[in-house]
């Protein structure tokens, strides 16, 4: 499946883990759930205009939620964290606060 990099950086996850991960260079996006590691990095590199150093990509799997009687399950989905070279920064979240 050829997806181009705009399709597999979904959205970047705000939270506090990921604010102090931002301290130490590194950056979590949602990203597409076929998505392997070398697309995400070639990914990240052309949308962002950076050198990434390492990604790391791990399958967030759903947890169950109850609405009244009704049981259901949140969605699955795919988080990479990208470690960026020394000096290199994302503009994008710079000022993100949670």
């Not at 939270?15 to 979590?28: F, P, V």
């Not at 759903?62 to 609405?67: N, V």
Request: proline share 4%; aromatic share 8%.
């Amino acid at each position: 499946m050829n997806l181009i990099a705009h399709d597999i950086i979904i959205r970047p996850i705000i939270t506090e883990k990921s604010s102090r991960l931002m301290e130490l260079n590194k950056y979590t996006f949602e990203v597409h759930q076929s998505a392997n590691k070398i697309q995400v990095r070639k990914a990240v590199e052309e949308v962002f205009k950076v050198k990434v150093r390492g990604v790391n990509v791990l399958t967030v799997h759903p947890k169950p939620k109850r609405t009244g009687a009704f049981l259901g399950k949140s969605r699955s989905w795919k988080k990479a964290i990208v470690c960026l070279a020394p000096g290199e920064r994302i503009e994008f979240f710079e000022g993100a606060s949670v």
